[in-house]
Every structure is written in structure tokens, then in C-alpha cells.
């Protein structure tokens, strides 16, 4: 009977424990997780700060999809150790576990900057669904402002999730403009005016210096020389993976975990899937690391599917993230930037509150942009995937039909 650890429940860990589940009817499968909730829908916090989803709806199965897959999900579990020499990982409580594969799915934790100071209570990052429950509580406990620093994606749900509760919100970011790797100038504005809409205030290049505690308040000074007070701080400036486990185990990692196509890592037998991970990106022919809970997914299934011994190897990781901000459905796919040699191709319905911009770089779709209709992405993602063959008057016929058009080369 072969033995297969998995250290996190998240979309990677699970998916990868349901793939090896149909591989391998009779191996034994424990998924390690320092969470005390079961694995479920980290997507929804946001949601759930909202008061949009419910308790009931947050886990990703019900208690008996884990005793029915004969999965032995050990909660409140961390792993302090790999020790790759003797096939075991070993448990804070010192316990070894032997494998024969191990998969790494460890998710990513929030970055802070020097200032984030954890004792002050007013200062906050979302994680967790346990974090989650904070910031409910804080949230609904006053009415004053809220700040949220950071103005990618997480920044951007968070913000809204927080307004939903009735807190006027600001919102600090210090590029130019919002989600900065992925937005342009003009996808930018438009989505500021809908936050502004929702009584969401957006302040671009700025960020905070300093920040005293007052009481149940922190003070924040930023380098605007404005001073801010509030009682509920959520810092929202994006996520790393925690590689601490790896110190000593001879895996490689840069960013994240490196994988090849089969999700494996340089030492045998270990393999690491979701936000974790590094895996190559065929668009700009680099390793990156994908935070995106459908490419956790996936790449969990291959891990886990390769873990039993099967497995079709993937094609590699394009960027993408689609969310919804303030009711305009926003989706970015690989390289939306504009760099030497590509031609952008950008189709507006100003009245609908269209935008899309496709990047074509000698006739290959690189990159989508996608504003207020995202129809088409999906086969975009394949066509990036697949390098097929798009000129940028195949973009428009294909992609921007209805729209006024606009294409630019960027020399
Ligand atoms: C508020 C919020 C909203 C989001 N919204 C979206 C969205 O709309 N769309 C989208 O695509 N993505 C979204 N994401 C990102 C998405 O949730 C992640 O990309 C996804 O969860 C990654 O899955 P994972 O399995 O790699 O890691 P995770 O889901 O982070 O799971 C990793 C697990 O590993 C456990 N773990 C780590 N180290 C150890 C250890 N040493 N011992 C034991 N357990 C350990 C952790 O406790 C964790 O439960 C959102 C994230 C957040 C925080």
C-alpha cells in the first residue's frame, strides 16, 4: 500500500488527494493542515467579510466526503520538518510520518512591510477563515473608517467586502495605478470611478510611513503627510509562499517551490502544486509562481494524478486572476503590459463600460486585458497555452467584434 502525505488543505492539497483517490483505490492518504477549519473556500473571505456567504457555505466539502475518500485529514496539524534521507516529514508534536510521495501544497502567507506591527489590534491581513472572523468582528463593532492598503486584486475584494458592512473605506496604493502588473491607465480609472460609486476612496501613490497605536486605534502617517486614524487597518499588499520547511532538504526554490511538468521538485519523490509553487510560464519563459485558486486546482489534480503514477504532462502557468469589482467583471491573462514589439489591439464600448485590450507579440496572443466583458477567456488561456497562431487582425475578428477599435505597436 503506498503512503502519500500531503502538507496543506487547500484547493492543490485536496484536489491532488481526490486525483490520487481514483488513481489508487488503496493507497493511504493523510493531508496535514495547521488550519483549524476543514479545507475550505479561501476565494470567499472577502464574500464572507461582506456577510454575503454564509458559515454553511464556506466549506469546500461536507465532514463525510473525507471519511467516504478515506482521507485522513489531520487539522490543527503543522509540519515542522522534511527529511527527504529517510521518506518522513515530522509533526509539531513530533510525530514522523513516512511517505513514499509527498506533495508540497502550502499556499502562500500575506506580505507585510516594516511597519506591520501584529500586537497593534487595529492592523490586519486576510488569510484565513479564522482572520476572516476578526475582521468581522472589527468590522461590525464601529463605524468609522476603514483603510485598506493595497490595490491589487486582494485590496481591491477586501475593500468592497468591507463597504458591504456599511464602513466608509479608503483604500492606499502606492503605484500609479490599481493592480498595477495587470491594469493599464484607462482599466484603472474606470474601475476607481466604480469604487468611488460605492463610496470607496481611492489615493494612488502613496503609501504609509509610519503607524502609532492609540488604544483600540491606530494612527497611520503616510507620504502625503496626511494622518489617518482607524480602528480596522487590512493590509492587503499581496502574498509569498512560506519556504522556511524547505531550509535543509536540498529542494530548489526561488520565488516558490521549482516544479517541472509533472509538478515534481529536484528531489525524488517530493512534488508541490498551488501558490507554493514555481512552474513555468511558456509566455514569458520564466518560472513564476500562479495565485489563482483554479490553477491551484489543476495543478493539484496533475500533482496527485503523477503522484499514483499516471499523468499527462502540463504545458505550464499563464498569470491570470478574474474577479468582480463593485459589478464590473475584470479579467487579466500573461503579459497585459505593453513591451518592445508588441502590438496592443484594444476594443471600447464607452457607453457599455467595455474595455479589452489583447497584446499580440509576433502573431501570438500574449497577454488579455479584459474589462466590463470577459467573454472568450477562457479560449484565450489556450490560445496563450497552446502558442497558436493570432495576428492582431485575427484578434479583432475574433475577440473585439462590435467594439471601436484601436492598435498600437510598441516599438
Ligand atoms: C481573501 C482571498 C480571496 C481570494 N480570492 C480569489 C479569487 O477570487 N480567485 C482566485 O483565483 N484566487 C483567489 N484567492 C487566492 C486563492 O485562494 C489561492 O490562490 C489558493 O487558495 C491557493 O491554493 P493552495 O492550495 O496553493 O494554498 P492554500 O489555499 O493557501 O492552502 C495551503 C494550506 O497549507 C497549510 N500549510 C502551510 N504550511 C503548513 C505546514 N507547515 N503544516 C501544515 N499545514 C501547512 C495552510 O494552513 C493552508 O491551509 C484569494 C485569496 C484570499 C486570501
Redo the contacts with the bound molecule.
Keep these: 500500500m503506498k503512503r502519500y502525505v500531503i502538507?496543506?488543505?487547500?484547493?492543490?492539497?485536496?484536489s491532488a488527494a481526490q486525483a490520487i483517490r481514483a488513481k489508487d483505490p488503496d493507497g493511504a492518504i493523510v493531508v496535514?493542515?495547521?488550519?483549524q477549519d476543514p479545507?475550505y473556500y479561501?476565494?470567499?473571505?472577502?464574500t464572507y467579510i461582506a456577510g454575503a456567504t454564509s458559515d454553511a457555505e464556506m466549506p469546500l466539502h461536507p465532514p463525510s466526503f473525507y471519511a467516504e475518500q478515506r482521507i485522513d485529514l489531520r487539522l490543527q496539524?503543522?509540519?515542522?520538518a522534511i527529511r527527504p534521507g529517510e521518506h518522513a516529514v515530522q509533526l509539531s508534536t513530533g510525530e514522523v510520518l513516512p511517505y513514499d510521495a509527498l506533495l508540497l501544497?502550502?499556499?502562500?502567507l500575506?506580505i507585510t512591510l516594516g511597519w506591520f506591527d501584529s500586537s497593534i489590534p487595529a492592523l490586519m491581513t486576510?488569510?484565513?477563515w479564522q482572520d476572516?472572523r476578526w475582521v468581522v468582528q472589527r468590522a461590525t463593532a464601529s463605524n468609522g473608517p476603514v483603510v485598506v492598503v493595497g490595490g491589487g486584486?486582494?485590496g481591491l475584494?477586501?475593500a468592497e467586502g468591507l463597504r458591504e458592512r456599511g464602513r466608509p473605506v479608503e483604500l492606499i496604493e502606492r503605484e500609479a495605478r490599481l493592480w498595477a502588473p495587470m491594469f493599464d491607465d484607462e482599466a484603472s480609472a474606470m474601475i476607481t470611478a466604480k469604487l468611488g460609486e460605492r463610496g470607496i476612496t481611492v489615493r494612488l501613490r502613496e503609501e504609509i510611513t509610519v503607524v502609532e497605536p492609540a488604544g483600540n486605534v491606530a494612527v497611520l502617517s503616510t507620504t502625503n503627510g496626511r494622518r489617518l486614524t482607524s480602528d480596522l487597518v487590512l493590509v492587503a499588499i499581496g502574498?509569498k509562499p512560506?519556504l522556511t520547511?524547505l531550509a535543509g532538504t536540498g529542494i530548489r526554490a526561488d520565488r516558490g517551490i521549482l516544479i517541472d511538468h509533472e509538478c515534481r521538485t529536484n528531489v525524488p519523490d517530493i512534488f508541490a502544486?498551488?501558490?507554493?509553487?514555481q512552474a513555468y510560464d511558456p509566455l514569458s519563459g520564466q518560472f513564476r509562481v500562479v495565485?489563482?485558486?483554479?490553477?491551484?486546482m489543476e495543478?493539484?489534480k496533475l500533482a496527485g494524478t503523477c503522484m499514483a503514477g499516471g499523468g499527462a504532462p502540463a504545458k505550464g502557468a499563464v498569470t491570470s486572476?478574474?474577479?468582480t469589482f463593485c459589478g464590473v467583471r475584470v479579467s487579466g491573462l500573461g503579459l497585459t503590459q505593453p513591451r518592445p514589439g508588441t502590438t496592443l489591439v484594444i476594443g471600447r464600448d464607452a457607453a457599455k463600460g467595455i474595455y479589452r485590450k489583447l497584446v499580440v507579440k509576433q502573431d501570438r496572443l500574449i497577454g488579455a486585458l479584459l474589462v466590463g466583458n470577459t467573454s472568450g477567456e477562457g479560449m484565450m488561456r489556450k490560445t496563450m497555452l497552446d502558442g497558436a497562431p493570432l495576428t492582431p487582425a485575427d484578434a479583432k475578428s475574433r475577440f473585439l467584434t462590435g467594439l471601436v477599435l484601436e492598435e498600437t505597436t510598441v516599438a
Design positions: 502538507v496543506g488543505g487547500g484547493p492543490a492539497g485536496i496535514v493542515d495547521r488550519d479545507p479561501r476565494t470567499e473571505l472577502d496539524s503543522v509540519v515542522t501544497a502550502l499556499g502562500a500575506p486576510v488569510r484565513t476572516a486584486v486582494l475584494i477586501l502574498v512560506d520547511l502544486a498551488g501558490d507554493a509553487a495565485t489563482n485558486w483554479n490553477y491551484a495543478q493539484g486572476n478574474a474577479e
